[in-house]
């Protein structure tokens, strides 16, 4: 089994930061990151960052700036550091990677269970 668990999600004033993690763990392989989403009520889930098996990374115009997108391979942790947040960055945010179990040959996509993010004063 293999499970990704964000952490560091909550409420924070215009303005702040936050840093959210996510940590694979279970019987794994190999694993690549691949970009956090975010899904706000009545909204559809979207691409915020994205980062590739090489390190470059992408950004939705809207985090563009603000928001930086990292990974600890031999941890096996991706975090987002969000800073300068606005309330319209308020949604649960969820981490994707592809996982390659032991003793599996192919790969899955993973999500996490979502962590919720509320900018707010």
């Known amino acids: 089994q293999v499970q990704l668990v964000e952490s560091g999600g909550g409420l924070v004033q215009p303005g702040g930061s936050l840093r959210l993690s996510c940590a694979a763990s279970?019987?794994?392989?190999?694993?690549?990151?691949k970009g956090w989403y975010r899904q706000a009520p009545g909204n559809e889930r979207e691409l915020i960052a994205a980062i590739t098996s090489g390190g470059s990374t992408n950004y939705a115009d809207s985090v563009k700036g603000r928001f930086t997108i990292s990974r600890d391979n031999a941890k096996n942790i991706m975090y987002l550091q969000m800073d300068s947040l606005k309330p319209e960055d308020t949604a649960v945010y969820y981490c994707n990677a592809l996982v390659r179990q032991r003793y599996r040959s192919a790969s899955n996509d993973y999500w996490g269970q979502g962590t919720q993010v509320t900018v707010s004063s």
């Open positions: 279970g019987s794994i392989f190999s694993i690549t990151f």
